[in-house]
């Protein structure tokens, strides 16, 4: 029997207690011994669930005692789960997570801790919640160089997004919508600003490049400029908006964004719609892989949180992979990439617009309520960051 300690009896933890219970024979069927949760720490008292009798309130209980051989941690924030975390390493004790901002922020230094003491710090379903995505790249793509990744990262920015095309809305009721049915935080700014999906491109580029990648050097923008127009000009397009976390590499240079795209129907991702998450990776040799799944929720979350438990119990104690060095990854200067744009702009401004960008324009699109939509060919980043200065009325998003 393997005896775990899970960390935080909350959405994602309690889930990863009940899914013990409720899966054990699947469990068994790999894991002949089985799985059990020994602890559970919380700062309250669960008198009416049945596994009340296991909740605790000091972390020691669970570090001195020698049958715990993993710990679930589903806390979140950053302290006390990164102090728990690190003590948890320093006794040789193994850690599982779904806490993406301690992943994001701190997780080369407490792999590194963990790799000095002989245990494993995994975090599957920090990314993608359910997706199984971590390991089918560190494990089935190992031999692939990863030239590309476009995912659809956060599940309330998709719904939000889905939502307001769906119903010609407009962003703001939208969100009220989704924090009235629980999808988005009463506080949504990590959702909506892209933070959340930043944490999870930084930790999706970071496996793929085996160096560590910092949150804070990527550029992000999030959805809440999106208005109706930008919409209904993407329907005039033939093409969604989704927000995408996106990773490039090309030759040295490495690129990596999060923003607000047009994606056209013929794309894989334009079909990932309301709370889904879509995860695009590019091989060289295997060419597309696309994952798609529930990317948040008690269950999906949690069932990733388990399979790492499972990879870490089927094991038997040994150190499971070490994801990416202390080295960092320098990402290349984000006003050289390339990228193709749509623009919007008053009709009164379009002939300004054509001279100065000229034959760039590859499309118009017509125009709605009294502006012009236009679809500029490639160009980088610091091209049409200059030109674009001088239509200061103007509104534009990248395009895939
Ligand atoms: N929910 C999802 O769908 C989802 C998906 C992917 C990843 N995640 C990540 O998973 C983590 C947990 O999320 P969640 O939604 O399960 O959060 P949650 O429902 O708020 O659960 C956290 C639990 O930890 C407890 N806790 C907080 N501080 C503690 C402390 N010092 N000692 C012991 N227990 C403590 C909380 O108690 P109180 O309630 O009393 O504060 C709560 O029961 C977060 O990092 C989140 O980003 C969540």
């Not at 607000?260 to 309301?274: K, W």
Request: hydrophobic letters at 40%; aromatic letters at 8%; charged letters at 25%.
């Amino acid at each position: 029997m393997t005896n775990i300690a899970v960390l935080g009896f909350g959405t994602v933890g309690g889930g990863v207690v009940e899914l013990i219970d409720a899966n054990q024979d699947a469990i068994r069927k790999r894991l002949p011994e089985g799985l059990y949760v020994k602890y559970i720490l919380d700062i309250r008292k669960f008198p009416d669930s049945p596994y009340g009798g296991r909740v605790v309130d000091d972390i020691n209980r669970i570090l001195e005692d020698p049958e715990v051989s993993v710990i679930c941690e589903t806390m979140g924030g950053i302290e006390p789960a990164f102090s728990f975390t690190k003590s948890a390493l320093e006794h040789g004790i193994s850690v599982c997570t779904s806490n993406k901002e301690l992943v994001a922020a701190r997780g080369t230094q407490l792999m590194e801790i963990a790799r000095a003491h002989g245990a494993s710090y995994l975090f599957e379903a920090s990314v993608g919640g359910g997706i199984p995505i971590l390991r089918p790249l560190r494990d089935s793509l190992a031999q692939e160089e990863i030239t590309g990744i476009t995912g659809i990262l956060n599940g309330t920015t998709n719904y939000i997004l889905t939502k307001m095309d769906q119903e010609d809305a407009s962003f703001d009721d939208v969100l009220k919508d989704a924090q009235a049915k629980g999808y988005a935080e009463r506080n949504p700014e990590a959702d909506i600003e892209g933070k959340d999906a930043c944490r999870k491109i930084a930790i999706l580029s970071s496996i793929v490049s085996g160096k560590s990648v910092r949150y804070e050097d990527i550029p992000c923008e999030g959805i809440s400029e999106i208005t109706k127009a930008d919409h209904a000009f993407a329907k005039l397009a033939g093409c969604r908006i989704r927000l995408l976390g996106t990773y490039r590499k090309s030759g040295e240079a490495v690129f990596a964004r999060i923003a607000p795209y047009l994606v056209p129907e013929d794309h894989p991702l334009y079909s990932v719609s309301g709370v889904f998450n879509g995860i695009l990776i590019h091989g060289n040799m295997v060419d597309d892989v696309m994952f798609y799944g529930q990317g948040a929720g008690r269950y999906p979350t949690a069932s990733a949180v388990v399979s790492d438990v499972m990879t870490l119990a089927a094991a038997d104690g040994k150190c499971v992979s070490t994801e990416w060095s202390e080295e960092k990854l320098t990402l290349t200067n984000a006003e050289r990439e390339k990228n193709t744009f749509f623009v919007r702009l008053p009709d009164s401004r379009l002939d300004a617009a054509k001279q100065l960008f000229g034959d760039t324009i590859v499309k118009t699109l017509g125009s709605l309520g009294g502006e012009t939509g236009l679809i500029l060919g490639p160009m980088t980043e610091e091209v049409f960051g200059t030109v674009i200065q001088a239509l200061p009325e103007a509104a534009y998003l990248r395009m895939l």
